[in-house]
């Protein structure tokens, strides 16, 4: 079955530690995005990579990185300069990264910062 | 840039009851809008969308929403939800310019009681 896999789906890490979410597609999709999901405001927009090799910041990059080696996985880095990195953490994937393309998402990783 | 408002942020509803989502964009070019849904503890699927023509768009499940350009809205509705329908909704926009991101609302969680 073709789609986009997230591990762990729970993870719990120390305040301080830098922590990735990993993130695989199967789609053949060019762009891949992560989003941050707090109750109550929506999904904000963290990193999306429209190409292999290169990646933007979206609204809310402070304290994550990403990279983009393969066009299946879009690892994300969630690193201990990110103030408040407890949320629920989703990647998706469009098929160009073009506005009219409906972007596909994963099951989620609930990141919880102990 | 984009905006989305969803009007309600939780709307009760008895099974076989009507109902509407509200949603209000903001924008200086022509836009793409999306209806999404999460179900609990889920990734987002895409419910329906409209890119352009017909101002009514209807998904497989029974959910139709309609494109209001001079009132700047995208309102979800439904007229006979079941209890398979409780989850979150999400309104987002993207723009016809090379503005690729999209932009999400703040989710209206629909609870369908028997």
């Known amino acids: 079955d073709g789609g986009i896999t997230q591990s762990p789906k729970y993870l719990f890490r120390k305040e301080g530690q830098n922590v990735t979410l990993s993130c695989e597609q199967n789609?053949?999709?060019?762009?891949m995005y992560w989003y941050r999901q707090d109750p109550g405001q929506g999904l904000r927009l963290i990193y999306y990579s429209q190409i292999v090799n290169d990646f933007q910041k979206g609204d809310i990059a402070e304290g994550y990185s990403v990279s983009r080696e393969k066009k299946e996985s879009f690892p994300l880095t969630v690193t201990s300069a990110q103030k408040n990195p407890t949320a629920f953490y989703l990647c998706a994937s469009s098929r160009q990264g073009a506005p009219t393309d409906t972007q596909y998402f994963g099951p989620g990783t609930r990141l919880t910062v102990l | 840039a984009q905006s989305v408002t969803q009007l309600d942020s939780q709307v009760p509803v008895f099974e076989e009851a009507p109902v509407e989502l509200r949603c209000n964009y903001s924008s200086s070019v022509s836009v793409y809008l999306f209806w999404y849904v999460q179900y609990p503890n889920q990734g987002l699927q895409l419910l329906l969308k409209y890119l352009s023509g017909s101002t009514l768009v209807e998904s497989i499940n029974g959910f139709e929403a309609e494109f209001n350009k001079s009132q700047t809205s995208f309102h979800l509705r439904k007229p006979s939800v079941h209890i398979s329908d409780t989850a979150e909704y999400f309104c987002?926009?993207?723009?016809?310019?090379?503005?690729?991101?999209?932009?999400f609302g703040a989710g209206t969680t629909v609870t369908v009681r028997a």
């Open positions: 789609l053949n999709h060019d762009a």
């Open positions: 987002a926009v993207s723009g016809s310019s090379n503005d690729y991101k999209l932009s």
